[in-house]
T-cell receptor, first 112, second 116 residues
Framework: AQSVTQLDSHVSVSEGTPVLLRCNYS??????LFWYVQHPNKGLQLLLK??????LVKGINGFEAEFKKSETSFHLTKPSAHMSDAAEYFC??????????FGTGTRLQVFP | DTAVSQTPKYLVTQMGNDKSIKCEQN?????MYWYKQDSKKFLKIMFS???????INETVPNRFSPKSPDKAHLNLHINSLELGDSAVYFC???????????????FGNGTRLTVT
């Protein structure tokens, strides 16, 4: 069975410091993986996606994620947080079906 | 020129009522979805339609009935609303049927349903 686990429900950082949002996945075969961001009262927006082309994936707004098969991880990072990054982040696995499996979300707070 | 638009944004109603949420996408996508996000932000798929045909129905009570008049629209009708139906409902669309490599979902901004 496929699943995705976001290891932190809540992450707080200061503006200008690095961001790390952790995600582990479980899949029987090589999955597609996504990170989505949800700002308050908004729908989800795709940040980046992994589709087996390159293990380091760059997304929008300076975010990137690295696919590590040996660790079954797909952590999201950003070198320097901005106030506008405060949002809910979802790690998502796509196991070759029509159903995306969403993680439970990580709420990122950014303090000035 | 919103890509996926859903109406209304907020919906407050009493138990037992029937309500509908409308969704339209102008991206030319083949597949549309309804997701439910609970109070803990957990997102779960309810339905998906590909070219007006139902392809996913995730053990949703039959009080929920999706209707797709054409591939650009997927409406959600809910009969006999219950307190537990309170949630945010998201419409989404994608280019290829389902969640294949190059077809991420495009989401609407959600409809917050409150049943009192």
């Amino acid at each position: 069975a496929q699943s995705v686990t976001q290891l932190d429900s809540h992450v707080s950082v200061s503006e200008g410091t690095p961001v790390l949002l952790r995600c582990n996945y479980s899949s029987s075969y090589s999955p597609s993986l996504f990170w989505y961001v949800q700002h308050p009262n908004k729908g989800l927006q795709l940040l980046l996606k992994y589709t087996s082309a390159a293990t380091l994936v760059k997304g929008i707004n300076g975010f990137e994620a690295e696919f590590k098969k040996s660790e079954t991880s797909f952590h999201l990072t950003k070198p320097s947080a901005h106030m506008s990054d405060a949002a809910e982040y979802f790690c998502v696995v796509s196991p070759y079906t029509d159903k995306l499996i969403f993680g439970t979300g990580t709420r990122l707070q950014v303090f000035p | 020129d919103t890509a996926v638009s859903q109406t209304p944004k907020y919906l407050v109603t009493q138990m037992g009522n029937d309500k509908s949420i409308k969704c339209e996408q102008n991206l030319g996508h083949d597949t549309m979805y309804w997701y439910k996000q609970d109070s803990k932000k957990f997102l779960k798929i309810m339905f998906s339609y590909n070219n007006k045909e139902l392809i996913i129905n995730e053990t949703v009570p039959n009080r929920f009935s999706p209707k797709s008049p054409d591939k650009a629209h997927l409406n959600l009708h809910i009969n006999s609303l219950e307190l537990g139906d309170s949630a945010v409902y998201f419409c989404a669309s994608s280019q290829v049927g389902g969640s294949s490599y190059n077809s991420p979902l495009h989401f609407g901004n959600g409809t917050r349903l409150t049943v009192t």
